[in-house]
């Protein structure tokens, strides 16, 4: 019995690194079978299996995965290249400046959506997808205003942040109606985003990659206190929420059976309903949060995080 619960632990738990190997390996191999469209039953039961040990082993060492994570973050700090960077003034600004590093990050990030844009709308233009110029549009309305939130933004005072914030929150209750009839219509014609060949799997990891970002970016920059950063990170979460939506939308298109087309109206309504809902609510938040702390009025020694 003993050595049953040794094998176990060994199984359940391994060294990082090899639980990093595996778990990766399983991932991989039912994206294989997915991908490549494997019909042999033998190796799609494996990857099924195998997959499957993947996400165990992913969950029950996951704080030892972050913790290996932190520890290369830190030794990434002693290495000598890093340490001549650091001896620079932009590079000593870079790694002692937590928000000119942020507003980096947030500039990376928009030149990426930028590219993302530009995909949606070839897409939508070569496919001729009204889904696809839609969604391009209204990701340009949020790439527009993280640029306004960004711009000329070194100097600001608590009081004009605040203005800024709640601003964004009133164009995203605005822009929520538009997002609304996007779902109103896919839902009413039962159609949705059609990504070709393997696209679709780009795609998704594009889309969890940003809901997963997202969401740990705004709950780590809201302890800097700057509602300017904290609008930043709320449209990229609303940027990927509606990422989310239209793969969901997508892999209905490609995976799902044209037999029960309720089905996916109730997923694509559902689905879209919620993320509709998340937008108003958080858009609600920041009007009513900001409105609050600009009739405060004070603003010195402020140490309310939005």
Not at 48 to 69: E, G, H, K, M, W
Request: net charge positive.
């Amino acid at each position: 019995m003993g050595r049953i619960k040794k094998i176990l632990r060994k199984m359940l738990f391994p060294p990082t690194i090899p639980a990093l190997i595996l778990a990766s390996l399983g991932y991989f191999s039912v994206l294989a079978v997915a991908i490549f469209k494997i019909q042999n039953p033998v190796f799609r039961y494996f990857s099924y299996i195998f997959s499957a040990y993947a996400l165990t082993i992913t969950i029950t060492n996951f704080p030892r995965i972050i913790a290996f994570f932190k520890l290369k973050k830190s030794q990434l700090f002693d290495n000598k290249f890093v340490k001549k960077i650091r001896n620079t003034k932009l590079g000593n600004r870079f790694f002692s400046d937590v928000r000119f590093r942020t507003e980096i990050a947030l500039y990376c990030g928009l030149f990426i959506n930028f590219l993302y844009i530009i995909l949606k709308l070839f897409s939508g233009i070569y496919y001729r997808s009204v889904w696809f110029i839609s969604l391009g549009i209204y990701y340009i309305l949020l790439a527009i205003m993280r640029f306004i939130l960004l711009h000329k933004n070194s100097d600001l005072t608590m009081k004009t942040e605040l203005k800024r914030y709640r601003m964004c929150g009133i164009m995203l209750l605005i822009m929520n109606q538009s997002l609304a009839g996007i779902v109103i219509f896919m839902v009413y014609q039962n159609k949705g985003f059609d990504y070709p060949g393997i696209l679709i799997y780009a795609m998704a990891a594009y889309s969890f990659y940003m809901i997963i970002v997202a969401v740990i970016n705004l709950v780590r920059f809201r302890k800097h206190g700057s509602p300017l950063l904290s609008a930043a990170k709320v449209i990229n979460l609303v940027a990927a929420m509606v990422s989310i939506l239209s793969l969901e939308t997508a892999m209905l298109t490609q995976f799902g059976s044209d037999d029960d087309p309720l089905f996916r109206k109730a997923m694509t309504g559902a689905t879209g309903g919620a993320v509709c809902t998340i937008v108003i609510g958080i858009a609600i938040f920041m009007i009513v949060k900001s409105t609050k702390r600009l009739k405060k009025g004070d603003f010195e020694n402020e140490q309310q995080h939005i």
